[in-house]
């Protein structure tokens, strides 16, 4: 195996902003390393090189699984989580360039978020209700109206429309008033 090609260890926390992106490129690297060999490596072998490149933690994560393909489905359903697709959007649209960084540094932060966005061929109706969705969760005024939105909520204009009735119809009965959500907003 080509050592020119070998990854750094691997030593990841779940909670990092960046792990899914790092976690990508390392096993990437790995697989390169891998290929690398003369003969191929394949299965117990495969298994304990993995074990050998990452930190003890991920290693006692992965110490149960048999074959190399399991170990990173463990490594990816640890790290690789599923994103909501309003939140995704909305952190696209919300992003501003930050003091300092290049306007490179700042497109290439815009494509790795548009990466979390859903994007598929849509009919022009389709299309304006996701930027009549996106623009509503963006500028709504209540914070826990935004924050379940962005969290839980639905992933469409109309499945967001039907929340807001049953939330508002929700509050109503528990003031006894005609509350509806926009009432409730935080400062």
């Known amino acids: 195996m080509d050592s020119g090609l070998k990854p750094e260890k691997l ?13 990508k490129y390392w096993l990437r690297c790995f697989e390169a390393y891998l290929n690398s060999s003369e003969t191929e490596v394949g299965g117990p ?6 074990h050998a490149r990452v930190g003890h933690r991920l290693s006692s994560v992965i110490e149960k699984a048999t074959t190399y393909e399991t170990a990173v489905k463990i490594l990816q359903k640890r790290f690789v989580k599923p994103i909501n697709e309003i939140h995704g959007r909305h952190l696209l649209s919300t992003c501003r360039q ?25 009919a022009a109706e389709v299309h304006m209700n996701l930027h009549i969705c996106d623009a509503f969760v963006s500028g709504i005024r209540s ?30 009965d528990d003031s006894g008033t005609s509350s509806t959500p926009e009432a409730r907003e935080e400062p």
């Open 11 to 23: 030593n990841l926390d779940a909670r990092s902003p960046v792990a899914i992106e790092m976690l």
């Open 98 to 122: 930050r003091p300092g960084e290049t306007l490179d540094e700042y497109l290439e932060r815009l494509t790795a978020l548009a990466r979390n966005c859903d994007h598929k061929e849509v």
């Open 143 to 172: 914070t826990y109206i935004r924050q379940w939105l962005l969290e839980d909520g639905a992933k469409d204009l109309q499945g967001t429309e039907v929340y807001l009735r049953g939330l508002a119809s929700t509050l109503a």
């Open 45 to 50: 072998r495969k298994l304990s090189l993995l």
